[in-house]
């Protein structure tokens, strides 16, 4: 089992940044890929951005050049830097990672991001 805490969402004008962060229960060496998701009211939940085992990263479109994922071994803890917020941006966002053991995908809790225009 593991388990991922989000952290780091809040309320932030247009134009401003927030960095999220999601710790897990286990360590990186178990986890193969990680990654954020968001979801908006009335809306599918849709991806952010995903980082590999070997660092390898993958964006929306929406984010490409604004949003930056990485992961720190150390403190089993996968980012996701956002610059340059749009209202367009408010949503949940969770994180989730692929455990090598078992292939299970697991969820966080979720942390609120909102955009004022």
């Known amino acids: 089992q593991v388990q991922l805490v989000e952290s780091g969402g809040g309320l932030v004008q247009a134009g401003g940044s927030l960095r999220l962060s999601c710790v897990a229960s286990i360590g990186f060496f178990s986890i193969n890929a990680m990654g954020w998701y968001r979801q908006a009211p009335g809306k599918p939940r849709e991806l952010v951005a995903t980082?590999?085992?070997?660092?390898?990263?993958n964006y929306a479109d929406s984010v490409k050049g604004r949003f930056t994922i990485s992961r720190d071994h150390a403190k089993n803890t996968v980012y996701l830097q956002m610059n340059s917020l749009k209202s367009e941006d408010t949503a949940v966002y969770y994180c989730?990672?692929?455990?090598?053991?078992?292939?299970?995908?697991?969820w966080g809790q979720g942390t609120q991001v909102t955009v004022s225009s």
């Open positions: 980082i590999t085992s070997g660092s390898s990263t």
């Open positions: 989730n990672a692929d455990e090598y053991a078992t292939s299970r995908r697991y």
